[in-house]
């Protein structure tokens, strides 16, 4: 038998350590929170990300009565970004949440399994990773290949 050992690093910086575009990013995915229709969980997500041609598409989580039908921030933003921009790679994505109390969490929010699932798709599309930021109050992940979110992944290839 042989172990095999899967590691990523990532950066812990305080938002005031943010390069001015990264804070920008954050700063338009924690506005993005208030377009959020979450009714149900009270859990407001917003992202934002930058694409290669320097515009900025946001995205809020959208919540359904039927807890399936409803869709991430992450997924939302990428969607319409594909969608309007279908030959433009995503540089950075942004994520922000807020509790159900309105605050911004303090701890960063990771993204689900099927955000992930659709950043490695998106980078298989482009042929390009992207950073991630990933907001909490108390300091700011900073992933620098989308990919290492989703180290056992599936993409076209297997098919």
């Known amino acids: 038998m042989k172990n095999i050992e899967i590691k990523f690093q990532m950066k812990l910086k305080q938002y005031e350590e943010l390069e001015e575009e990264e804070k920008a990013l954050v700063d338009e995915a924690k506005k993005a929170t208030d377009n959020s229709y979450s009714p149900y969980s009270h859990f407001s997500v917003g992202a934002a990300l930058k694409l290669e041609n320097n515009k900025v598409i946001i995205g809020a989580n959208q919540e359904n009565s039927a807890y399936p039908s409803g869709l991430c921030a992450e997924r939302t933003a990428l969607f319409y970004a594909n ?77």
């Not at 911004?104 to 042929?127: D, H, I, L, M």
């Not at 992933?143 to 098919?159: C, E, N, T």
């Open 83 to 159: 969608c309007k921009f279908n030959d433009v790679p995503v540089t950075c994505l942004a994520i922000a949440a807020k509790d159900s109390a309105g605050m911004f969490t303090e701890e960063p929010v990771y993204p689900c399994g099927a955000c992930r699932q659709v950043f490695v798709e998106t980078v298989s599309r482009f042929k390009k990773t992207f950073k991630v930021l990933l907001y909490g109050t108390k300091g700011v992940y900073v992933i620098d290949s989308a990919l290492d979110l989703m180290p056992l992944s599936f993409d076209g290839s297997y098919l």
